[in-house]
């Protein structure tokens, strides 16, 4: 069986402005013929473009999720052409619970695709979202940001594809995004759980982002994810008269992360000192960083170094760390 269990009373097809819900069947002791209610909204003008605007893959990623809400309430399809699917909280579960993961089932929505009609609601949510959704979009726009346990730098990314020019349309896209970075990453043997590799495949326009973070809604980001995403409209032509914003006059700086050289790991147990802040420029072999072990104190820190060159565009917040836990990752000019 390849057909989601996920309905909607909400028809894609329609014209109109119609917000609701997807109903996930949970069955469960305290609710034997229960559904999980994700919030949906489906705005449609005539032909046109369809973008799938998606938040809450990580549910304590807020600008994002922030950003969309205030959108479901804001657009009508009178200022539109085409289609506007919005998913401001995927992992709804995730989000009700302000987690990263699923409390059902500790699903990491963003390693599960392609997903499971059969498995459980994140497989599920996963499979439904690759299948319906994404099938639907020529444009697909996920929001992330740094969540609970990183912080970072504003920026937007987009994936390299095999066909060269699905990825100028990726790269003009972020670059109307308006963020000051936009990240340009391989999908060439990405991992294939993630909604970014979903979308190789199927050769969409992908748009990303990593907004701040700190299990907060920061102004600056969430201001720069909603300016985004209305200038994705713009630029795909799907918002109709004046434009809401202005379109960035100068293109992003272009970065790329690197493979294991970009990231920084903590090397032991105990409390992580950083020596650099959030966008720092750092070369290869620099001190990033040391561990204290507070229960043994006149045993010397671990120190961490930068692997690679680049500029600090992610650095993790909780000062306690276990060996294997990513304090810094790094991205460079492409
Ligand atoms: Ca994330």
């Known amino acids: ?30 609710s034997a013929y229960g ?9 449609r003008n005539g032909e046109g473009p369809t973008i ?6 990580h549910g304590d990623e807020y600008e994002g999720q922030v950003a969309l809400a205030k959108l479901i ?23 009700m619970a302000g987690r990263r993961t699923s409390p059902i089932d500790q699903g990491n929505l963003n390693r599960t695709f392609p997903g499971d009609p059969r498995g459980t609601p994140t497989w599920m949510l996963s499979h439904w979202i690759e299948t319906v959704l994404m099938e639907m979009a020529d444009i697909v726009v996920d929001l992330h940001s740094g969540g609970s346990s990183l912080d970072y730098i504003p920026i937007c990314m987009t994936r390299r594809f095999e066909d060269a020019a699905v990825t100028e349309a990726c790269v003009a896209a972020v670059q109307a995004f308006g963020a000051r970075y936009a990240v340009l990453m391989d999908l060439i043997g990405e991992d294939r759980t993630t909604f970014a590799a979903a979308t190789r495949t199927r050769n969409r326009i992908v748009v990303g982002t990593e907004m701040a973070g700190k299990g907060t809604v920061g102004i600056e980001a969430l201001e ?17 008269g004046a434009p809401l914003v202005a379109m960035p006059t100068e293109p992003p700086t272009l970065l790329e992360v690197k493979g294991v050289e970009h990231y920084v790991y903590a090397p032991d147990a105990g409390v992580f000192e950083s020596f650099v802040d959030l966008g ?29 060159a ?3 565009v992610c650095k993790r917040l909780p000062g306690r760390v276990v060996r294997g836990d990513c304090v810094f990752h790094l991205a460079s000019e492409v």
């Open 310 to 312: 680049g500029l600090v």
């Open 1 to 30: 069986m390849t057909v989601s269990r996920i309905r909607t009373e909400i028809d894609f097809s329609a014209d109109g402005k119609q917000v609701g819900w997807a109903h996930l069947p949970h069955s469960v002791h305290e």
């Open 52 to 57: 799938l605007l998606m938040a809450g893959n």
């Open 224 to 240: 720069i994810a909603e300016t985004g995403v209305q200038r994705l409209l713009q630029h795909f032509g799907i918002w109709q």
């Open 35 to 43: 559904v999980i209610a994700i919030p949906l909204a489906v705005i």
């Open 73 to 95: 309430r804001r657009l009508e399809p009178g200022q539109i052409r085409g289609r506007v699917i919005i998913l401001p909280a995927a992992n709804f579960p995730a989000a």
């Open 280 to 308: 720092a420029r750092v070369v290869a072999g620099q001190p990033a960083g040391q561990v204290h072990f507070i229960d043994d104190p006149m045993r010397p820190p671990a120190l961490a170094h930068f692997r690679g």
